[in-house]
């Protein structure tokens, strides 16, 4: 990191806080001065009067108990010779000392009170310049441009370059990631476009050959239909999830309960209104609407059913729990199938990724989905094995309202 100067307002600082050091020591100086001339001309005075007496009087001098033990004799004397107690305060005030020490402190207390205002200011200063700071990290997230310390004179220069530095290589990470993100999407949506046209050539001769087809040979064509459309809804995920990414795709919020999203996921997929039991905890949950995209939330929860429906082959319900609480509504869908193992669980939500308990047919794509879209819509998305059998997945999502309307 390269050396900063040294900001204006500092030296300023520091220059008055050595001036008032240096007032403070002032009156110390003259008092001491004064103090040792008087007394070198006291027993100057005393010493040609009477040498005798002189060398019997200054050794109480030296000592500091009988010096202050003898303090009120000497008081006593002043009053004997015809003075007043406020005799030695005249002393004092004659000398000059105590104009010089009253000067002092009224220019120390003036230059103590500069210093704090000049302290209340710069930290007004260095609020006002840490908000524009924080706004300009803000921008620089979305549109980069460099930090300057000569924009934040009152603020550490070293912290600003840091911090420059530090923005640029998120800004970069961040173009990257976009690049990235955009080369996906158009890889599967290239990959998309050359896959559909075969298919739709295969699905068209498959009816001509199935109008012509024997009784025998109409299973396996049937058959041959069922994996057109497994492969079409593959795609169909992988052109979701690229656009999801890309950030092409704007979540609508209109009003709807979750109950009766929940209700269509049921009569969507098949013998799912028997193997789903959908229940609303202990009245906690109020229906009130929830503002969200019913489609893409429809199409999470499908995915999260289905996993579930294909990896649970007890005679156990599949149960579904809607409850609200202060962090939003929360659903939560167990299975009683032989759960997730360990190792598997902290990847389920990965991309294309297969754990070893699932069957052929999984594509590692669908939790995945369900996930951006969970995203999408600010919520959480977790999953656990239950104590006894099967896996939970929990999903909560916060709950907003409309401008003007209440929660």
């Not at 030296?11 to 050091?21: G, W």
């Not at 020490?101 to 009224?106: E, K, P, R």
Request: glycine letters at 6%; charged letters at 25%.
């Amino acid at each position: 990191m390269k050396k900063q100067n040294r900001p204006a307002w500092i030296t300023s600082i520091a220059a008055l806080i050595l001036l008032l050091v240096a007032l403070g020591l002032l009156p110390y100086l003259l008092i001491r001065q004064s103090f040792i001339i008087t007394w070198q001309n006291m027993i100057g005075i005393l010493y040609e009067k009477s040498p005798q007496l002189c060398e019997e009087t200054v050794p109480y001098l030296f000592e500091r108990d009988m010096f202050w033990n003898t303090a009120q004799q000497g008081e006593d004397a002043i009053i004997a010779l015809g003075y007043t107690k406020k005799g030695v305060s005249y002393l004092f005030q004659n000398s000059g000392l105590g104009y010089v020490y009253l000067g002092t402190f009224i220019v120390q207390a003036a230059l103590a009170l500069l210093l704090f205002y000049l302290l209340i200011r710069l930290r007004k200063k260095q609020a006002a310049q840490e908000e524009l700071l924080a706004q300009d990290i803000r921008d620089a997230i979305t549109q980069w441009a460099g930090l300057k310390a000569e924009d934040y004179p009152f603020l550490d220069p070293g912290l600003i370059h840091e911090m420059s530095d530090a923005l640029g290589l998120l800004h970069a990470k961040e173009q990257f990631l976009q690049k990235k993100n955009r080369d996906t999407q158009m890889f599967i949506e290239n990959i998309s476009h050359q896959i559909k046209t075969p298919l739709s050539c295969i699905s068209i001769s498959l009816d001509l050959v199935l109008e012509e087809a024997k009784q025998a040979q109409k299973k396996r064509i049937l058959e041959c239909f069922g994996y057109l459309g497994n492969v079409e809804m593959l795609l169909k995920r992988l052109l979701d999830i690229g656009r999801l990414e890309a950030g092409k795709i704007i979540m609508r919020k209109e009003p709807f309960e979750m109950e009766q999203l929940l209700e269509e996921c049921k009569s969507t997929l098949p013998d799912a209104e028997q193997r789903i039991l959908l229940s609303i905890e202990g009245g906690a949950y109020q229906k009130r609407p929830y503002y969200g995209d019913f489609e893409w939330l429809k199409e999470a929860f499908l995915n999260i059913l289905k996993n579930c429906l294909e990896h649970d082959n007890s005679s156990e319900p599949i149960s579904v729990t809607i409850s609200q609480n202060a962090e939003g509504i929360k659903i939560t869908v167990r299975d009683h199938g032989p759960g997730i193992m360990p190792e598997d669980l902290p990847f389920i939500f990965d991309r294309f990724y297969i754990p070893k308990n699932a069957k052929k047919s999984h594509s590692g794509i669908g939790l995945n989905l369900a996930k951006l879209i969970i995203d999408r819509h600010f919520g959480v998305f977790h999953v656990k094995n239950h104590d006894k059998c099967g896996a939970i997945f929990t999903i909560v999502l916060p709950v907003f309202a409309l401008k003007h309307e209440k929660l």
